[in-house]
């Protein structure tokens, strides 16, 4: 297939063009700056210059494929104080994507999240996108955001053949910046390895190369309208990934307190409070996805997040 990827040049779409292109697609994807171009070039991809925002671009890029998969997301802005901004942005990427190929039966696939999607007990491909309260009481940007993967979905009553992969909170790996660098760098900065409370809550976690295969077998073959879930681990508790950084770090392992979470974690307090496992049953009975790279624990113990003092 002829794949137009948006935020190929991210951490999940950095491993999921070299995945298309092992396996015999081609990729076209969306960058914004020179520096994305030139590592969408030397992966062996088509580049197509441009951002978010220019609609005729997403428009003409995604008739002109076989299928898109959209990654891209405005993270700078959505983590400076305007995530309703970033998330009005993908929202209108998304519609236009979705109407150019209406009519074609033709793969779009996006990204969205497992956190937060079903409080008390574990989440699964069958909850729904846009309803949890948890996810309400966060506000309107990520009420758009559910939105939109309910219009995606909605887009399989209209010939196109859509699916969501909800992704865990911690896509983890050798490079990562995300939560769990976060979770790494606020270790080193207090001079202790911190979990809220007694540590018990659950985050689901998968490692970017099996996320990444998951990807490539939805575009392949993920029925119109489905939901799946990149999880590898179910649940893996956020004491037992302070236990592991106190380890490599050499630092005491301390609980905070749900009052002092803020000050200690900052904008990461919210997102390490939560208790959300998730299955991904479904999806692996549904696609034959089977993750194959080490889970969440293994991948700490490898030492890579300790590597880089700027995590
Ligand atoms: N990683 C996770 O653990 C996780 C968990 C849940 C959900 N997700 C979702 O999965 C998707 C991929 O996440 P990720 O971790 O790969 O994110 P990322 O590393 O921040 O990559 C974001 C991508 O979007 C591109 N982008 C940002 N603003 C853009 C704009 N205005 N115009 C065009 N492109 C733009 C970036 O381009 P540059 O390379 O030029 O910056 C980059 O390619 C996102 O929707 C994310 O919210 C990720």
Redesign the pocket.
Known sequence: MRVFV????????SAVVPELIGAGHEVTG????D??AAALAAAGAQVLH????DLDGLRSAAAASDGVIH??????IAFSGDFQGAAD??RRAVETIGEALAGSDRPFVI???T?LLAAGRVGTEQDGHGLAPAVTALGSGPRTRAATAEITLSLASRGVRSSVVR?????HGDGDH??LATLVGVARDKGVSGYIGDGSNHWPAVH?LDAAHLFRLALEKAPAGSTLHAVADEGVPIRAIAEVIGRHLDLPVVAVSPDQAGEHFSWLAGFLAADSPASSALTRELLGWQPMHPGLIDDLDKGHYFHNPSA
């Open positions: 948006t935020g190929a040049s991210g951490w999940i779409g969306l960058a914004r700056s520096a994305s441009g951002t978010l925002d990654l891209a997301f405005k993270h700078d942005a993908d990204a969205s999240g956190l992704l865990p909170p911690t896509c995300g939560f970017r």
